[in-house]
């Protein structure tokens, strides 16, 4: 049974920084496209960036050029390097595993001074 593990949520200062991972247990994870989304209060979950299992990679307008998306197939896992945070981007962030439409649990990112 496939699970998503997410972990490196937290509070930060405005231009900080975060990483956030997300583990996929069982090989379908090398075969599929992961994104991670992203829920504020009140609104609709959104992309924030995603990546095919070929490595390309697409992000939401509001963070290119601060966050980045990555893959280690050899660890079943997806990063997000989110820098020069801001406020804005408070939400709980899920990260997305395409060929089976599999959400995470979830983790809060707060964004605060």
């Known amino acids: 049974q496939v699970q998503l593990v997410e972990s490196g949520g937290g509070s930060v200062q405005p231009g900080g920084s975060l990483r956030l991972s997300c583990v996929a247990s069982?090989?379908?994870?090398?075969?599929?496209?992961m994104g991670w989304y992203r829920q504020a209060p009140g609104k609709q979950r959104e992309l924030v960036a995603g990546i095919t299992s070929g490595g390309s990679t697409n992000y939401a307008d509001s963070v290119k050029g601060r966050f980045t998306i990555s893959r280690d197939n050899a660890k079943n896992t997806v990063y997000l390097q989110m820098n020069s945070l801001k406020p804005e981007d408070t939400a709980v962030y899920y990260c997305y595993l395409d060929l089976i439409r599999m959400w995470g649990q979830g983790t809060q990112v707060t964004v605060s001074s």
């Open positions: 069982g090989s379908i994870y090398r075969i599929s496209a």
